[in-house]
């Protein structure tokens, strides 16, 4: 089930980066990725002190999990911000030659 899950998520991935470029796409699935990642690891490591005892668990997994969010959140905008800064900075190259297609029929 993963893996379908995974497979329908690659290719809505491959079609959004074919429709709407490459930034937004990668920018919207790292600021998913980065927290889901974090909150994942930290509940790996923690995991056996919280969830020793269920209640304790079951109370601490959605404050951790938004406070983890929370504090990501700076690493993603300077990862975003990096992105961008790349893409603007491809954008104004000075190799680049703008050039209008005019179709033989309007000539």
């Given at each position: 089930m993963t893996y379908l899950a995974l497979y329908v998520a690659g290719i809505a991935f491959i079609w959004w980066v074919f429709r709407d470029g490459?930034?937004?796409?990668?920018?919207?699935?790292?600021?998913?990725?980065?927290?889901?990642?974090?909150?994942?690891?930290?509940?790996?490591?923690?995991?056996?002190?919280?969830?020793?005892?269920?209640?304790?668990?079951?109370?601490?997994?959605?404050?951790?999990?938004?406070?983890?969010?929370k504090a990501s959140q700076p690493i993603v905008v300077g990862i975003n911000s990096w992105i961008d800064k790349k893409n603007i900075d491809f954008v104004e190259m000075k190799d680049v030659v703008d050039a209008e297609v005019i179709s033989k029929e309007e000539a």
């Amino acid at each position: 089930m993963t893996y379908l899950a995974l497979y329908v998520a690659g290719i809505a991935f491959i079609w959004w980066v074919f429709r709407d470029g490459w930034a937004e796409p990668l920018k919207t699935i790292l600021s998913v990725l980065i927290p889901l990642a974090l909150i994942i690891l930290f509940n790996a490591r923690a995991g056996r002190l919280l969830f020793r005892n269920p209640i304790v668990g079951i109370i601490s997994v959605l404050p951790t999990a938004v406070f983890i969010f929370k504090a990501s959140q700076p690493i993603v905008v300077g990862i975003n911000s990096w992105i961008d800064k790349k893409n603007i900075d491809f954008v104004e190259m000075k190799d680049v030659v703008d050039a209008e297609v005019i179709s033989k029929e309007e000539a």
